[in-house]
Every structure is written in structure tokens, then in C-alpha cells.
């Protein structure tokens, strides 16, 4: 063996070990999600088991209906899918047209209007909390789904972040569409919509996991148990004595289970978009 | 930077061709697309913002009249309150501790990816994972794992490592809540540092590997220097988000044992909305706003030390 045929297989062993070695951290990292699907499928007596046991004696995946219907974390999913949903669809329509305005028509005070709209991002929203409930308790819309959706779905960031995607489309595509006479909101529809689907589903895709996951703010508004979303509702039985670990255990699966499949199914997007953020560190 | 005046560029040349035959129309049209916008960010946004403020210098308790008060919950709150320092400095500590681990292990596992040949995406996403999902499903998850005689104190028990129980031990609480924490969100660095890192030109790196830098020298006077505008953005969205915690806390400890788990953004939610001090909870949330700008300011000045930005 030459000396250059054996560093070859000098480095062909170290890149098989540090891909093992990953592989072990990446198997670790996975962890959690393994314990608590292990925890999901066993009788509460064998998750309080001591000393612990890694896979349960008797595996009962009926848990998973008997959480979807008991609990009742059906309802919890629905909920949740109500508000992420209509929050995605308000964030969009609302980002689309004033995305336009910003990027394509002259009025006075826009760039003082966008920056405003910048300066916003800076405010984080746990402040804003105490003003908004009491906006919300004004409007006799506590409780309801309304009162959740509404005060998170104008959000700023939208609205800049459609106005960066117009900006990269020639303007020439709508020239010809304005001298046959069609409106703003035709060429908008019609020409501009169909083109923005990457910066749109950008939008659509955080803002429905920003509004899936979200804790806090429905929490406050939703007093009532049948309204809670997921993450409120699997809050709900967990200060009560005799606590149903494996039910539990369930319904964080379950409320897992959108955020994982979207994580996998468009990574390339994902990776796409924070690779842009990493590209504007001053680049 | 580019970016930005090429667009300037488009954006200006039809506007300057078609001044001339320019209508009003034009402006009723972005008035009209604006509208529900504006609304919504008038309503949900600048009214909080200013009612926050003004909330902050009354004695407001949601039921009955709020009365003025002037500066009363700010010196409250600086020299009255017992529990205000303590959950300055859980808050402060929090933060520093989380941000300066999410870091190291975000960057070390960034550079390992995107030293391997095969593979990578699915490390990436892999790491990536409890970003997508709720934190409040992650911290219920934790919870189980650091109960009492739970799968933590069985391999501490295996490793013949004695432990208190973690979540109502003093000091332990906190660590935990790190833990949880870095677990949740150190997806998101590892891939923007990633992303940052494949950009990096391969042939600055072979240059200098033909010049004979290590692969140690490699990364600190070429890629670390590359991506430090990036490392910078990372640093800062972390900071802010590590100072509003909450979700973990509100499931694995509401604050304890006593208060040594009790953040800022805890404080708002208990003061707000457990004992109904509005006026209050408003004055501790412009602490924790004026916490994260001067933070923030204080990297702006850092970072003309360390970030690299070439042009």
C-alpha cells in the first residue's frame, strides 16, 4: 500500500466514525420524542412503573383513540386547527394586498409607513399580552375564537415580507395587463398571486406553526376547557391528582405530529429561507 | 445591500415614466389595500402599545376604575417588591446561560454537519425537529422525564450518581429549564449556522489549504470570520426570545421551587393574570422591554469587535 492509498483510508475511517458519532448525538437528541410515544402506549401504572421501564409490558395503542374522544383531545385538535388556520388565511390575504401597496403604488408617506411597520418587529409579544386581553375583554370576545384569532393575525412581518418578494418581480408582467385596463386587485390576483406561491407558502407555513404552538395568548383568552387549543388543553390535566401520564403523553403526540410531518416534507423550503436570513447577515 | 438597490432601482424607473400620468387613483387604491392592515395593526398594535404604557402608571386591577398613580408600580417594583430582583436575576441568568450553551452547541453541530459528505439534511432536520413543535408539548415531555424516580433518576441511579429531585430543587429547577430549552431551540441556530457555513467559498478554503493552514486555522481566521454577521443575527434573535421565557416554565415548575424558576415574562403572566395587578404587569413588561433593547444595544456596540462584514 502506498502512503497516499493509506491517508486515503486514514480519512476514510475518520468520516466513518464522525458519521457514527453523529449519527449516536443525532439518536440521543431523538430521545424525548421516543419517550414519550413509549409513555403513550402503556397503562398509567406502568408509566408511574418503578423502577422505569423503557418499552411497556403491554402495549396499548388504544390510548391514542381513547385521548382523541376522552379528554378530550379531539376537540383540542380542532380547536387548534380553527385558529392556525384562519390566522394563516387572515395573515395572508392581509400581507398580500398591503405587500402590494408597499412595493407597487405611489402614495404619500410610504417609506415612513414601512419603516413604522419595521419598528413594530421590535416589540415582543409577551408585552403586549395585558392591552390586548383588555381590547378583547372591551369587545366582549373573550372565550371565543374571534378573540383569539383576530389580534394575532395582522401581524407586521407579513406584510414586509410580501412587499420583498413583489419587489423581485418585473414590474413588465403587469405593464401589459394596466394597459388593457385590468384593476390593481385583478392584476394582483391574477398575475402576482400566482407568482409569489414561494414567498406565500413561506408565510402560510410559519405563520400556521407560529399559531399551532402558540401557548400563552390562548391560554389568557380561552377561559372555557372546550375552546382550548392543543398546548392549552394539554395543560388542563396536569395539576389534577392521579394525572393521566399516558393520555397525556398522547395528546402531546398528537399535537407534535403537524409540526414534525411539515418539518420533514418541505425542509427544503425551510432550509431555503433561514439559508435567506443567514444570507442578510450583512451580505 | 445589493439586493436593496436593485430593487430601489426597478422600483424607482416606472414610477419616474409614468409621474406625468400619474392619478389620484393610484392613492385611493393603496388606501383601500392598506385598510384592513391598518385597521388590524392600529387595533392590535400601536393602541396595546400605548395602553401599555399608560396602564403602567395606574393601579389598574381590571375591576373597577383605574386611578393614576404616577412612578408608584416602578418604585414598587425597584425597591418595594421582594420578588422583582430575584426574577431580574433568574431572568438575566436564564438568558445568559441558555444563550451562551444554544450558541456553543448550535455552532459545534453547524461545523460538524457541514463537515460530513453524506447525509446532512437529515442531521439538519433531525436537530431541527422540536422547533416545529409546541413548547408547551416538549415541556410536558421533559416533565416526565425529570419526575421523581423518572427515567433521569433511573440513569442517575444506574451511573450511582445521587441526585435531588431536579424540579424542586433550588438550583436544579433552573438547570432543567435550560435543558429543556436548549433542547427546544437549538435547531434553529444549528441550521442558520449551517447555511451560513455552506455559503462560505470553497475556494478560500482550498487557497488556504494550499497555503498550508490547518484545518483548526481554517476555521477560525476563514469560516468563524465569514460567518460572524450571521453568528451575530443568531445571537441577537436568541437573546430577545431567551428573555420572554415562559411556556416551560409555566409547565415544568410555575416559577419554583419558592421563586427560583420566576422569569420576567412568569412575573407578567402571574402578576396579570393570577392577581390581576394590570397596572403592574404592564410596569414589569417595559422592564423586560427596556432590558431587551439595551441588551440589544450593548451587542450593536459588541459586535464592531468581533463581526466581520466585508465590502
Known amino acids: 500500500m502506498t502512503t497516499r492509498a493509506k491517508s ?3 480519512s476514510m475511517a475518520l468520516d466513518i466514525l464522525s458519521h457514527g458519532a453523529l449519527a449516536l448525538v443525532a439518536l440521543l437528541f431523538l430521545f424525548p420524542f421516543f419517550w414519550m410515544v413509549s409513555n403513550a402506549v402503556r397503562s398509567n401504572a406502568e408509566v408511574l412503573a418503578i423502577p422505569v421501564r423503557i418499552l411497556p409490558n403491554v402495549f396499548e395503542w388504544h390510548n391514542f ?6 379528554l378530550p383531545f379531539g376537540r383540542f385538535f380542532v380547536n387548534s386547527l380553527i385558529v392556525s388556520v384562519s390566522v394563516t388565511a387572515i395573515t395572508v390575504v392581509v400581507s398580500c394586498l398591503s405587500g402590494y401597496a408597499f412595493a407597487r403604488l405611489k402614495f404619500p408617506g410610504r417609506d415612513a409607513l414601512l419603516m413604522a411597520y419595521l419598528a413594530t418587529l421590535m416589540v415582543p409579544g409577551i408585552m403586549l399580552i395585558i392591552p390586548l386581553f383588555l381590547i378583547v375583554n372591551n369587545l366582549g370576545m373573550v372565550n371565543t375564537f374571534q378573540g383569539v384569532i383576530l389580534p394575532v393575525a395582522f401581524g407586521t412581518f407579513g406584510s414586509f415580507l410580501m412587499r420583498q418578494f413583489f419587489l423581485s418581480i418585473p414590474n413588465e408582467l403587469e405593464e401589459a395587463a394596466r394597459i388593457d385596463g385590468a384593476s390593481r386587485l385583478r392584476i394582483l390576483v391574477s398575475i402576482i398571486v400566482p407568482l409569489s406561491m414561494p414567498a406565500i407558502g413561506l408565510l402560510s407555513l410559519f405563520s400556521f406553526i407560529g399559531q399551532w404552538n402558540n401557548f400563552l395568548w390562548p391560554l389568557i383568552v380561552m377561559t372555557g376547557a372546550d375552546n382550548a ?12 391528582q392521579g394525572t393521566a401520564w399516558n ?3 398522547a395528546g402531546a403526540t398528537l399535537s407534535m405530529l403537524p409540526g414534525i410531518i411539515l418539518a420533514i416534507a418541505l425542509q427544503k423550503l425551510i432550509y431555503n429561507s433561514i439559508a435567506l436570513n443567514a444570507g442578510m447577515g450583512g451580505r | 445591500m445589493t439586493i436593496a438597490q436593485e430593487t430601489a432601482v426597478t422600483a424607482i424607473q416606472p414610477a419616474t415614466r409614468r409621474r406625468n400620468r400619474l392619478n389620484a387613483g393610484e392613492g385611493r387604491t393603496a388606501f383601500f389595500f392598506l385598510l384592513p392592515s391598518l385597521i388590524g395593526v392600529v387595533l392590535f398594535l400601536v393602541v396595546p402599545i400605548i395602553a401599555s404604557v399608560v396602564l403602567s402608571f395606574t393601579n389598574w386591577k381590571l375591576l373597577g376604575t383605574p386611578q393614576f398613580v404616577g412612578f408608584a408600580n ?6 418595594a417588591d421582594p420578588q422583582f430582583w430575584p426574577v431580574l436575576r433568574n431572568t438575566l441568568f436564564f438568558t445568559a446561560e441558555y444563550l451562551v450553551l444554544n450558541l456553543i452547541i448550535s455552532l459545534g453541530l453547524a461545523v460538524w454537519i457541514s463537515s460530513l459528505k453524506v447525509g446532512q439534511k437529515w442531521f439538519r432536520v433531525i436537530f431541527f425537529l422540536p422547533t416545529f413543535t409546541p413548547g408547551i408539548a416538549v415541556a410536558i415531555v421533559w416533565m416526565l422525564i425529570f419526575a421523581p424516580d423518572g427515567f433521569f433518576d433511573f440513569i442517575m441511579a444506574a451511573l450511582s450518581i445521587h441526585v435531588p429531585s431536579v424540579l424542586t430543587d433550588q438550583t436544579l429547577a433552573m438547570q432543567a429549564v435550560v435543558v429543556v ?7 434553529y441556530n444549528t441550521v442558520l449556522f449551517n447555511a451560513a457555513l455552506d455559503m462560505v467559498p470553497a475556494n478560500y478554503l482550498e487557497a488556504a489549504r494550499i497555503d498550508g493552514a490547518t484545518a483548526w486555522e481554517r476555521f477560525w481566521k476563514i469560516r468563524l470570520p465569514l460567518i460572524s454577521p450571521t453568528l451575530f443575527f443568531g445571537t441577537v434573535m436568541t437573546a430577545i426570545t431567551s428573555l420572554q421565557v415562559f411556556d416551560q ?5 410555575r416559577g419554583g421551587p419558592g421563586n427560583a424558576t420566576a422569569t420576567l415574562g412568569y412575573a407578567i403572566y402571574q402578576k396579570g ?6 397596572g403592574y404587569a404592564s410596569a414589569i413588561a417595559w422592564v423586560m422591554f427596556a432590558l431587551i433593547m439595551a441588551l440589544t444595544a450593548l451587542q450593536f456596540w459588541l459586535q464592531r469587535k468581533w463581526v466581520h462584514y466585508d465590502n
Do not use: C, D, E, K
Request: glycine share 8%; hydrophobic share 50%.
Open chain 2, 273 to 278: 393574570f393570577q392577581n390581576f395587578q394590570m
Open chain 2, 74 to 79: 416602578y418604585v414598587r417594583l425597584f425597591t
Open chain 1, 65 to 70: 383513540a381513547a385521548a382523541w374522544t376522552q
Open chain 2, 181 to 187: 430549552s436548549l433542547w427546544a431551540g437549538v435547531g
Open chain 1, 8 to 10: 486515503r483510508a486514514g
Open chain 1, 229 to 240: 387549543t392543543l398546548p392549552v388543553g394539554l395543560t388542563l390535566f396536569q395539576t389534577q
Open chain 1, 247 to 249: 393520555y397525556i403523553m
Open chain 2, 249 to 253: 416554565i409555566y409547565v415544568m415548575t
